[in-house]
């Protein structure tokens, strides 16, 4: 008689199920030549080493499947990968942001101070604060704009004044400036150049040993870039500052950042000659007007951001030498700075109008008066976001397509504005209900010295709203508008086991909420009961839950915003409504979080 032939059973995939089977198996069809069962005996070691395998490749396979996809991956650079291919942009945020306050004493032409001594600080100069972090003036300073604030610092023996002090502000963000010269030889398509310096936070120039300029763009099929130039028209100097120009760029390359690492590609082009009269460029004329007879006018469009006649993509360096420049910080360090901290002039750039007609001596006076000052915090993100918060950012960003529609559009695009703007934690987009147009209420948060939440500055404001008018639908409005900080603190109450210390039990379940509870939560994200509940029942010695306690707190250390949360909790008990323009944040949990076994 054949053998029944009995079905596989795929589903059983760990080892003991695999043993089973493979046991079962041996007794069914092999019961007259292998009867040894027993734990020491060779079979069954050839039995153990198969479930082994079995299981280990159950468990590779189950781990490169969950990989494979955004929302089963958990290994950061699986989930970076996973995003690049959706065209997630990925920019390492550890960046602050901020206005400056810059001092410099003039001489008095005696009526007023002497504005022909009046210098502008150049972008580009670095300053220190006591905590030792680098900042780099982002725009120039104009001490001679008829706006600034103007005392009397020194005056003579008959009282009339013979210096004067000129206040200014300009903006500033974190960073070193570093550079690489990198040899490059005979021409690759779409070469790939990795910086040694980690954590760059962006390429501010690409030069080749010819002195021509490599520009970075979003894609290499785009040809245009717009640069700014700065506003040399005091009248309107406060309100635009730079200027946006448009300008072709033959010679670019995209960025690829990983958690730490940065690496720049190129285009494919080696014999594209860019002539001073520009005869690359298209003529618009046969891109719009390609007719070829047809007895009908297509709606053909014409893209202003691809004018080159070339299809390679861009032309890329060979034969030569590339002077990398760049900005980078320290992930290690805090780049916060805490009020009146920015005290210490590194490096100052100056340029005075008709110097040569100037006092040499009386320059140096002016150029030595400068000092510096930050009466608001430097804010910004200093941690690294987590995996969950990457995969967030993808999902966004995938169903943004650069472009703003819906409220996850807009939150995506806060995220993904560049560092040297300033950065910001955490982001709510909410509609205005009450406002007759599309009027929305985006409520943003920074991180403070200490990692705890706090209110953005002006800065990071008006740079976050510059920010999102490119991508916006027309009749989109938006109101920037600080966030809500919600602290509070967990007590509970829980069974132990008779035969442990009550104390050892105490110190493990304070650990495991902590630990827990570590995430900083999203705007309006519901506090359920039942996590505390299951991280209590995780602690070994634990027998019952038997009471919860949420307080807020309040004044101090802690946020001023008040939030019943008696009125907020739900009538069962089982969650807490958090609303939309708040975040319930656990600021210190080594005091907020107590507990008593019973």
């Not at 990968?81 to 410099?104: E, H, L």
């Not at 930050?374 to 999902?395: A, T």
């Not at 040297?420 to 929305?440: H, Q």
């Amino acid at each position: 008689m054949s053998k029944k032939i009995v079905p596989i059973k795929y589903t059983n995939r760990d080892f003991n199920s695999i043993k089973l089977d493979l046991i079962q198996h041996a007794k069914r069809y092999y019961e007259s030549t292998y009867k040894d069962f027993n734990e020491a005996s060779f079979g069954s070691l050839m039995i153990d080493t198969v479930s082994y395998i079995g299981d280990v490749l159950s468990f590779y396979l189950d781990y490169q499947a969950n990989e494979s996809f955004l929302e089963t991956a958990n290994e950061f650079d699986n989930v970076l990968k996973i995003g690049k291919q959706v065209g997630y942009q990925f920019t390492n945020s550890i960046s602050s942001a901020g206005i400056a306050t810059f001092y410099i004493a003039v001489p008095s032409n005696g009526i007023g101070p002497n504005i022909a001594y009046a210098p502008i600080l150049k972008k580009g100069s670095t300053f220190t604060s006591t905590n030792g972090i680098k900042f780099i003036l982002n725009e120039d300073v104009r001490f001679d704009h008829p706006k600034n604030e103007i005392r009397v610092l020194t005056i003579s023996q008959n009282g009339s004044p013979t210096t004067y002090g000129i206040k200014a502000k300009g903006a500033v963000v974190s960073g070193i400036i570093g550079s690489e010269t990198i040899l490059v030889g005979e021409f690759e398509k779409f070469r790939k150049i990795s910086l040694s310096q980690q954590d760059v936070v962006e390429i501010l120039s690409v030069f080749d040993s010819e002195g021509n300029e490599y520009f970075e763009v979003d894609y290499l099929s785009q040809n245009v870039i717009y640069k700014s130039i700065t506003n040399r028209d005091t009248n309107d100097y406060l309100l635009a500052k730079e200027i946006l120009k448009p300008f072709i760029v033959p010679r670019r390359f995209t960025i690829n950042r990983t958690l730490r690492g940065t690496t720049l590609q190129f285009g494919a082009s080696s014999d594209i000659v860019v002539n001073d009269d520009l005869s690359m460029l298209t003529d618009p004329s046969s891109t719009i007007f390609d007719m070829y007879g047809k007895s009908y006018i297509s709606s053909d469009s014409f893209d202003p951001t691809k004018i080159l006649s070339s299809d390679k993509l861009g032309v890329g360096p060979s034969n030569t030498s590339l002077l990398v420049s760049y900005r980078y910080n320290n992930s290690t360090n805090n780049v916060n700075c805490a009020t009146n901290t920015l005290n210490s002039v590194d490096s100052a750039l100056f340029e005075f109008n008709n110097e040569n007609s100037l006092t040499q001596q009386v320059i140096n006076n002016v150029k030595s008066s400068l000092e510096v000052t930050n009466e608001l915090p430097i804010l910004g993100d200093i941690n690294v976001f987590s995996s969950d918060e990457l995969k967030r950012r993808i999902q966004n960003t995938f169903a943004a397509q650069s472009r703003a529609v819906t409220l996850n559009d807009y939150q995506a695009l806060c995220y993904s504005m560049p560092s040297k703007f300033g950065s910001v934690k955490r982001v709510s987009v909410v509609r205005d209900d009450n406002s007759l147009k599309r009027n929305m209420n985006l409520y943003v948060l920074c991180e403070d010295r200490e990692g705890f939440l706090t209110p953005a500055n002006p800065t990071v404001k008006n740079n976050l709203k510059t920010w999102l008018v490119k991508n916006k639908m027309l009749n989109d409005t938006i109101d920037i508008l600080d966030g809500k900080i919600v602290n509070y603190s967990i007590n509970f109450v829980a069974l132990g086991e008779t035969n442990k210390s009550k104390y050892d039990i105490l110190v493990q379940a304070i650990r495991q909420l902590k630990t827990d509870f570590a995430r900083l939560p999203e705007f309006g994200e519901t506090f359920f009961m039942s996590n505390i509940f299951n991280s209590l029942k995780k602690v070994d010695g634990i027998l019952d839950v038997i009471s919860i306690k949420i307080e807020e707190k309040v004044g101090g250390l802690y946020s001023e915003t008040i939030f019943n949360v008696k009125e907020n909790t739900s009538a069962d008990g089982r969650y807490i409504n958090i609303p939309l323009n708040v975040v319930f944040e656990l600021n210190f949990p080594d005091d907020d979080i107590k507990g008593t076994i019973i």
